[in-house]
């Protein structure tokens, strides 16, 4: 099965360590954190620490990075040949869209884990199953396999 896996970049060790893991299960996996699985480059928000300021900057300006537009570009086209999305909240809005995205495009999605205190999304009701831990994917991979048959 094809897996992209979408996240905070805070959890790039986690992201790792899961793809890493379902690997081992024989899953192809697209994790963004791992510059072997991208042709593009992609840049870790610690990059660019000015963050956006309405005051100081022109959004569509701010966004004009080449290097943003290849990174998402190359998120997009791995989320449309996924057969599995998987979000790992908690997590900020780019992982989120990219979980929608796949939504969009008809792919089988999984939340793990739980937002914030005091954040919820009443559209991750959308998600194929609302997963409380990582430990929890493999044995519900194994028991919904014939989803993706």
């Known amino acids: 099965m094809n ?20 690997r081992a299960h024989e899953h192809e996996v697209f994790d963004f954190t791992d510059p072997d699985c991208r042709k593009s480059y992609e840049a870790p928000p610690e990059m660019f620490p000015e963050k956006f300021n309405p ?28 057969d599995l999305i998987i979000l790992l909240l908690p997590c900020g809005i780019d992982a989120t869209a990219d979980w929608a995205l796949g939504i969009g495009l008809g792919k089988r999605t999984i939340i793990v884990g739980h937002p914030h205190k005091g954040e919820s999304s009443e559209v991750h009701l959308w998600a194929d199953a609302l997963l409380d831990g990582i430990d929890d994917i493999l044995p519900w991979l194994e028991y919904n396999y014939a989803l993706f048959l």
């Not at 996240?7 to 986690?14: D, E, M, Q």
């Not at 990075?65 to 989320?79: G, Q």
């Open 3 to 22: 897996i992209y896996i979408s996240a905070s970049w805070k959890k790039r060790v986690i992201v790792r360590e899961l793809a890493q893991t379902l």
């Open 55 to 82: 005051e100081r900057h022109n959004y569509r300006e701010y966004l004009n990075r080449p290097e943003w537009k290849a990174a998402v570009d190359e998120n997009r086209e791995a989320i449309a040949q996924a």
